[in-house]
């Protein structure tokens, strides 16, 4: 399995992004998935959580600003982000939820300046 994120980016806050994580082979529609991210200095947390089914959950620093989406027939995992706040800057990464299964991909680098 590979996991390739992307959609990052530079924006003010207030803005938003929309990040995308593909994902090789054919177990993608078997698995929870989940965003993480991990800031300069600080442990890699998570973010959003998908079921397979299409439930989610959310950290309590980005509910209501963030949704999480799945598309099984793309293989791809989706994070849309509003009202970014400079907190959220931070690499983004995809895995399984929540064990992470697979190999972790190079994410995507959200910056959000003040």
């Known amino acids: 399995v590979q996991l390739q994120a992307s959609g990052g980016g530079l924006v003010q806050a207030g803005g938003s992004l929309r990040l995308s994580c593909a994902v090789s082979?054919?177990?993608?529609?078997?698995?929870?998935v989940a965003w993480y991210r991990q800031a300069p200095g600080k442990q890699r947390e998570l973010v959003a959580a998908?079921?397979?089914?299409?439930?989610?959950n959310y950290s309590d620093s980005v509910k209501g600003r963030f949704t999480i989406s799945r598309d099984n027939a793309k293989n791809t995992v989706y994070l849309q982000m509003n009202s970014l706040k400079p907190e959220d800057t931070a690499v983004y990464y995809c895995?399984?939820?929540?064990?992470?299964?697979?190999?972790w991909g190079q994410g995507t680098q959200v910056t959000v300046s003040s």
């Open positions: 895995n399984s939820w929540p064990r992470n299964a697979w190999p």
């Open positions: 082979g054919r177990i993608f529609s078997r698995y929870a």
């Open positions: 998908i079921s397979s089914g299409g439930d989610s």
